[in-house]
């Protein structure tokens, strides 16, 4: 746009740009936390597909081998099924189940016992498994909530209990070095395994991809933990989260 000035000439005038709208800033402008208020969130989640195919099943059903997160919280699960998978079909909730592995939570229809430990809970002991073997009743399973880039919720990766050492290892390796893991870009894949009467399954493989390097990431990361630990937490157990 053309400008005259007092003495007669002409100046370019430069229109003002809108800013654009960033993600940090449209956080700032409405509080994602408040925004939930009044709202049952669920976590998306990410399934392991066993057997020969070694692959995640993503919340949007894609399958893919590999992906990589920075893992926000690990925590430890039970649950219990009155009646078998393959005579319920399956999509109920666990009758009795644990928050923490500990102890179980008394809002289960069906609560077994006052503690986890196998010498209070049978179910919870190894050989109790009503189809028999070295398993358990009563499934020990590991909840593993994942930020993906470009996602605003944590994605919740559930490990079996033919799985649950990989997340205890991993973490086991990061914590010795001082690295706490949620400063981490883990890479995840997985690997063809097999269990001793000699069934395939897919076993999870987590390695180091990248370490978080700048204070600025590290706060973000901070705020997202903050922000959906009670979530990640708290969210009681469905049965889309075991498979075996």
């Known amino acids: 746009m053309a400008k005259k000035k007092d003495n007669g000439t002409e100046t370019t005038e430069i229109a003002e740009r809108p800013e654009v709208l960033t993600p940090d ?120 909530h994942i ?25 086991s390796i990061l914590t010795s070095k001082g690295t706490p893991y949620q400063l981490v870009i883990t890479k995840f894949s997985l690997k063809q395994a097999s269990s001793k009467e000699g069934i395939k399954y897919s076993r999870v493989v987590m390695e180091e991809a990248k370490a978080i390097t700048t204070v600025a990431e590290a706060q973000a990361i901070k705020r997202a933990w903050s922000d959906w630990r009670p979530i990640m937490r708290e969210q009681p157990i469905e049965a889309e989260e075991y498979s075996e």
């Open 25 to 144: 800033i449209s956080r700032e402008m409405f509080d994602l936390k408040k925004n939930l208020e009044g709202v049952k969130p669920r976590l998306p989640l990410i399934a392991i597909l066993h057997g020969e195919s070694q692959l995640y099943k993503m919340p949007d059903g894609t399958k893919i081998d590999s992906f990589e997160g920075i893992i926000l919280d690990v925590m430890n699960t039970n649950a219990w099924w009155g009646t078998p998978f393959e005579k319920s079909g399956g999509g109920t909730p666990p009758d009795c189940f644990s928050m923490d592995a500990i102890t179980p939570d008394m809002n289960a229809e069906d609560v077994q016992a006052e503690s986890c430990h196998e010498k209070k809970c049978a179910h919870n002991a190894f050989g109790s498994d009503p189809k028999g073997g070295r398993g358990k009743a009563c499934k020990n399973m590991k909840r593993v």
């Open 147 to 171: 930020l993906i880039e470009g996602q605003q919720f944590p994605h919740r990766l559930v490990l079996p209990p033919s799985n649950l050492d990989v997340a205890d290892n991993y973490v």
